[in-house]
């Protein structure tokens, strides 16, 4: 989707949709209201449309106007920054599934001129669908807006802001891209494969293959993909916008393809679902494309752990003991814990190499941050309150909500073996997301450390105010506000 931006003018085609933010019309929409009869104030003081509630209404095939439908959207109560994206979100939904090519928007003027383009951006954002796969248009159930013009009087205050957060959508919308792909597509040399596509924009891209990480000692990581015909990789993004020789930020994620739990088998129902089990490396791939298209002016690394979890002869079995890159050696009990163990190598390589401030991971690691705390909040682990608490923030700030969760020596116990230096899982089914992030703590040296566990927001079956249905690409607006908030703004 394109979105340009305009002046105040009637356009003379197509569909508008209008939003109205005061009972009080501006002198568009009393001209517009004098073109519909009173329809605008009608609707208005019948509270069909009501100012502080929110909501739409469609006025289809308006008399003497040359548009062919128009939306009236009510701008609801709005408290945040987050609130006008939403507003923007709900503008794109008024459009349902409408088959034109082109509308207009038109956004009253709002206390600051940047705010229309943070509208903007919630249409935009919203505005993403993977309608790649079928093949026949009638079966899609799909707007098909192909351009926004967003009518403003603050148009150019508006249009700047929004060219900056439409850099941030676009590395939203590869992370939900990668996600969406089946896992016969996505596999660890094709992400490789779209992490190398950026370099075009100014980032510095390197793939590690199986020899490489095998040199490294990264054996943590290579069992879980030993029973694969996919070669692993350990991907290595770096963004230099900083000052030179400033010790950068770090983010790795987790990018299992697919985990078909290995030897230790997934159930088939729902399997399919863990073709989003690289939800934590798509989240890295796209904040590292937002902050390299908005030019943020800091030192950052992106690392991904690429494997599939696959049984096969030669797969890892239970009862293995592995030894990863940080030389402690892990007895893997069962081999449906292996984003941990993909982890443990791409934290302790990336804290190794590149001495970074903060290191932040991103992994759909566990079913039971899902029980914990369903879709609404990932989990949030940290052994720095000063880093737990500015994510916290930023994920305020942009809709991504985090849940602090414990680390402590009591759950750190769980994981001692009896055969090896740590184990792979905890006792029974007690405290498993904690149990995990105690895992992940081991491999992190002393380094600054969060861990988000989004196995319960990387995707939603369910569209959100700002997602469709499918993946969320949680983390990416979460990371970039953080960078921006905490980071640059030193
Ligand atoms: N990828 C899964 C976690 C997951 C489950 C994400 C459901 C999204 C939805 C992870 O690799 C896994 O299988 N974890 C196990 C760990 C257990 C074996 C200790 C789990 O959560 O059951
Ligand atoms: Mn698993
Ligand atoms: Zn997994």
Redesign the pocket.
């Known amino acids: 989707m394109h979105i340009k931006f305009s002046a105040p003018t009637m356009p003379n085609s197509g569909v508008l949709v209008a939003v109205v933010s005061s009972n009080k019309l501006d002198s568009f929409l009393s001209d517009l209201d004098v073109k519909l009869n009173g329809q605008i104030t009608g609707l208005i003081s019948s509270k069909t449309l009501d100012i502080d509630k929110g909501g739409s209404v469609s006025i289809l095939c308006p008399v003497g106007l040359s548009v062919s439908k128009i939306h009236l959207v009510a701008i609801g109560k709005i408290d945040s920054h987050l609130d006008y994206e939403i507003l923007g979100g709900k503008v794109y939904s008024a459009l349902g599934k409408e088959q034109s090519d082109a509308c207009a928007v038109y956004v009253p003027s709002l206390p600051s001129g940047d705010l229309a383009g943070i509208v903007a951006s919630g249409i935009f954002l919203k505005s993403w669908d993977f309608p790649k796969y079928f093949t026949k248009k009638e079966a899609t159930d799909f707007c098909q807006v192909k351009t926004v013009t967003v009518i403003s009087e603050q148009a150019a205050d508006a249009e700047k802001k929004f060219r900056e957060l439409e850099q941030v959508a676009e590395g939203v919308f590869l992370a939900r891209h990668v996600c969406s792909e089946p896992p016969n597509v996505i596999y660890p040399e094709t992400l490789a494969a779209e992490a190398k596509k950026l370099e075009s924009l100014g980032l510095n891209v390197e793939i590690l293959g199986e020899a490489e990480l095998e040199k490294l000692g990264c054996h943590s990581l290579l069992g879980v993909g030993q029973g694969s015909s996919k070669e692993s990789k350990l991907v290595v993004i770096q963004w230099n916008g900083g000052k030179t020789g400033e010790a950068p930020v770090a983010f790795v994620g987790k990018g ?1 393809t697919f ?1 078909t ?1 290995g030897i ?1 088998l ?1 159930p088939a129902q729902d399997m399919d ?2 073709k ?2 690289m939800g934590g490396a798509a989240a890295v791939l796209g904040v590292m494309r937002a902050l390299a298209g908005r030019k943020a002016a800091v030192n950052a690394i992106g690392v991904m752990g690429l494997v599939e979890n696959m049984p096969d002869g030669n797969a890892q079995r239970p009862g293995d003991v592995v030894k990863s890159m940080s030389g402690q050696t892990i007895e893997v009990l ?1 081999t ?4 941990r163990l993909v982890l443990a190598d791409a934290l302790w390589y990336t804290q190794d190499r590149f001495k970074p401030t903060y290191m932040i991971n991103l992994a ?5 941050i ?1 029980i914990s705390l369903g879709d609404e909040y990932a989990g949030l682990f940290s052994n720095n309150d000063e880093l737990a608490s500015s994510l916290n923030d930023a994920g305020l700030k942009v809709g991504e909500k985090l849940w602090r969760l414990p680390l402590a020596k009591a759950y750190d116990k769980q994981i001692d073996s009896v055969i090896a230096d740590v184990k792979n ?2 006792n029974g089914r007690s405290a ?1 997301s904690i149990t ?1 992030a105690q895992f992940l703590q081991r491999f992190v040296n002393q380094t600054k450390w969060a861990h988000l566990d989004i ?2 927001t990387a995707w939603n079956k369910k569209a959100g105010d700002l997602y469709q249905a499918g993946s969320t690409a949680f983390g990416v607006r979460l990371l970039n506000m953080w960078v921006k908030k905490h980071i640059e703004k030193r």
């Open positions: 299992v985990d739990g230790s997934k679902d863990m989003w089990d069962n449906d814990a292996e984003g759909t690691l566990t079913g039971a899902i899982i905890g498993g995990a196995a319960g």
